[in-house]
């Protein structure tokens, strides 16, 4: 993958977007991890899900070491449909968290926790022969920002995202 990624690098156009961005981040995944194949397993059970069962029309996903970023794009006038939709998923994802590893006995002890950081706005994608490679700019940096002040569990999300849904 880091050799394809350089050369899609060489050939990247800047496009601008408006998005929401989530940052996801499984608590205590750290000192959890300390058999690899287990935090591996662990890691791919709770993406899958994820992925598939609770953010299957982001835009953008990518993982993060012990969590995922989420980004959906969207015209503006769609960013509190969104909004609304992502606070109502991450809602979602903190209450379910605790059940993802219930059918695998391995994943005893394994963190039950969740933390999600939210924000939008306007970002810059790296785009190249037709892929998304990354996103950049003030919604994901402080969606990052956010995901640390939803502990022990929880979801936080900004300014901007509380005046488009409470007015």
Do not use: W
């Not at 499984?26 to 059970?45: E, H, M, N, P, Q």
Request: aromatic share 10%; proline share 4%; with cysteine.
């Amino acid at each position: 993958m880091s050799g394809d990624y350089r050369v899609l690098l060489k050939s990247v156009d800047l496009e601008h977007a408006f998005v929401v961005a989530l940052f996801v981040d499984i608590r205590g995944f750290s000192s959890y991890g300390r058999d690899s194949s287990v935090a591996a397993r662990f890691l791919t059970k709770v993406y899958t899900k994820l992925i598939d069962q609770y953010f299957p029309d982001a835009s953008f996903i990518k993982p993060t070491g012990d969590g995922l970023l989420i980004v959906y794009a969207g015209k503006s006038e769609d960013l509190k449909e969104i909004s609304r939709k992502a606070v109502e998923i991450s809602l979602s994802v903190v209450r379910d968290f605790g059940s993802f590893k219930e059918d695998e006995p391995l994943l005893s002890g394994a963190p039950d926790k969740v933390g999600i950081g939210i924000s939008m706005g306007a970002a810059c994608r790296l785009v190249a022969e037709g892929r998304v490679l990354d996103y950049c700019g003030r919604p994901l940096n402080l969606a990052s920002r956010l995901t640390d002040m939803a502990r022990p569990s929880g979801v936080v999300f900004d300014s901007d995202i509380a005046c488009l849904l409470y007015t």
